[in-house]
Structures are given as structure tokens and as C-alpha cells.
């Protein structure tokens, strides 16, 4: 095969996200079968409990990440605040009967107090939104709702998550990482898919659908 007609080999994924992805490969994937989205979403009330379940998760979430100091990293501290959106989808809908529940506690939201382990929290936050733009359009089609409502978090709208998540990428290639740092990124990642757990939990415990809770 000449040069020309060879297909050019995938860029090698920086030393933090190589780290991340296998450190949190088994949380990510037991979180999406706990979570089955879209195929737990059959009505309205079904999509008003998940979404309130993303709430309760992400708006801690998001505000503590929003708390530290990215200059490291030369990125912006907001995440574009998803959790407003997640309360305009929440405003379309049937309200769901845990909606007013108690928000979890301060103590129970991953510890962010490093570089190294904010960026864990954010890789898991960024890495969610790039998938929403597939479960949108399933679920407005199955639930009959015009493009957008109540699925603006889905479809991030107004935001950009390709650009968030290639602006993650860089400014995590360019800053030289040492090993405990690496893993204090992967630790935090892993506490922020469980504090995602946690959070839902009360939620989703009568929204069960075909998915089963991971022990």
C-alpha cells in the first residue's frame, strides 16, 4: 500500500484522557445500564424522573467545578450551566413526585481541590453530553414533542459540547501530568459517576423500567 493510499492512524489520546478512560471504562458502562437512556423513557412522568434525577446530580456538580480555578488549564470555570437547562425541560412537563426532594448534602459532592482531580470531574460531565444529541430526537419521536422541548439538555442547546470536548482534550495534552496526578484525576472521576448514582437514586428507585439498579 503506498503512503498516499495509507488510512492515517488515530491520533494517540493524551496521557490523562488514555488514564481516564480506562480508569472509569467500568463505571461508565455499569452507570449506563443502571440508567438505560432512552430505553427507560416510555412516557412523560418517565422523562421528568430522569431528568430530575440529572438535576439532582448535576447541579451540585456543576457548581462545584464552577468554584475552582481553571487557569491551569486556560478554561472557562462554567460548563455552560446544563442545570438550567435540565429546569426548562423540567418546566414542560408533569412534575415527577421526588422533584422537590431534598438536594444532597454539600458533604456528599466530590472533592475538587486540585487540577488534577477537577479535571476528573470534568471529563465525566463533558464526556455525558456528547451522546445527547442521539437519545433527543428517539425520545421527542416516541414521546410526540416537537424538536427541543423538553429535550434541550439532551440536545445542549444554545451550548457546544464537540467544542468543549476538543477544548478539554488540548488544554489536557498540554500540561504535563505526573502519576499521582493522573490518579487523583481518575479517583475523582470514579467519586463523581458515584455521587451521579447516589444522587439519582431516590428518582429513579420507581422508574426502574428494564434497567436493575448495580449493587
Known amino acids: 500500500m503506498s503512503e498516499q ?4 492512524r488515530p491520533e494517540p489520546a493524551p496521557p490523562m484522557l488514555a488514564a481516564l478512560r480506562a480508569g472509569t471504562r467500568e463505571h461508565h458502562l455499569a452507570l449506563e445500564r443502571e440508567w438505560n437512556i432512552p430505553g427507560r423513557i416510555r412516557s412523560r412522568a ?3 424522573a430522569v431528568l430530575s434525577a440529572m438535576l439532582a446530580s448535576w447541579a451540585p456538580l456543576e457548581r462545584r467545578l464552577a468554584a475552582v480555578d481553571w487557569t491551569g488549564l486556560r478554561l472557562d470555570p462554567r460548563l455552560g450551566e446544563a442545570a438550567d437547562l435540565i429546569r426548562a425541560d423540567l418546566a414542560a412537563l408533569p412534575p415527577h413526585p421526588h422533584r422537590a426532594g431534598t438536594a444532597p448534602a454539600d458533604a456528599d459532592v466530590p472533592a475538587f481541590d486540585s487540577l488534577a482531580r477537577a479535571a476528573g470531574g470534568r471529563y465525566v460531565l463533558l464526556g455525558s453530553a456528547l451522546g445527547g444529541r442521539v437519545i433527543a430526537p428517539t425520545v421527542e419521536r416516541r414521546l410526540d414533542l416537537p424538536e427541543g422541548v423538553a429535550t434541550g439538555f439532551f440536545r445542549r ?9 476538543r477544548d478539554f482534550r488540548i488544554a489536557v495534552a498540554a500540561r504535563n501530568w505526573s502519576a499521582a496526578e493522573l490518579a487523583q484525576a481518575t479517583a475523582a472521576a470514579r467519586e463523581t459517576f458515584a ?3 447516589r444522587a439519582a437514586a431516590p428518582f429513579l428507585a420507581d422508574n426502574l423500567g428494564p434497567s436493575r439498579r448495580v449493587g
Open 157 to 165: 442547546r444554545g451550548m457546544a459540547p464537540g467544542r468543549d470536548w
Open 195 to 197: 455521587f451521579v448514582d
Open 5 to 8: 493510499a495509507r488510512p492515517a
Open 46 to 48: 418517565d422523562l421528568s
